[in-house]
């Protein structure tokens, strides 16, 4: 068997970033999410609609990594959730365009200080300019996988 093909695990940059993310994903669900009864995709969608305002849904689909047919049903229930509105875009009556509500901004406000406590506990120890560099190679590697 000296032949197998050995793949350490523990070194082994998807099984990593998969690790990393799924104990992200669960303590900021236990943390904030569920009292909110957010998803982590519904979370996603908040998110960006808080950063960059509002925003066709074919493009919210590509800005959230959420299959479009996925992210229609999870916006319709945001909708009827009160935290983000849908209407036709003005410019294209095919295209849908969504906007953080009031009450998903109100939202929004309470859980991202508790993201960023979050954050800062994943990273503490690592001084800022390693942690710079982990995001920058975290973004090109999935600039990498996007095309």
């Known amino acids: 068997m000296a032949n197998r093909r050995h793949l350490d695990l523990d070194d082994y940059l998807p099984y990593l970033v998969n690790r990393v993310g799924s ?3 669960s303590n900021f669900t236990k943390d904030a999410l569920v009292s909110e009864r957010l998803s982590i995709a519904m979370w996603r969608v908040l998110a960006v609609l808080s950063n960059n305002g509002e925003q066709r849904q074919i493009d919210l689909a590509e800005m959230t990594s959420i299959d479009v047919s996925t992210l229609s049903r999870l916006v319709t229930r ?25 009450k998903g901004r109100k939202v929004v406000d309470r859980v991202i200080p508790i993201a960023k406590r979050l954050e800062t506990r ?26």
């Open 23 to 25: 104990a992200l994903v």
């Open 78 to 102: 945001l909708v009827s959730r009160g935290l983000v509105t849908r209407r036709r875009s003005k410019t294209n009556s095919r295209e849908v365009v969504v906007q953080l509500s009031a």
């Open 122 to 147: 994943a990273v503490a120890g690592l001084p800022s300019k390693e942690l710079a560099a982990v995001k920058r190679g975290l973004q090109r590697i999935f600039r990498n996988l996007a095309r």
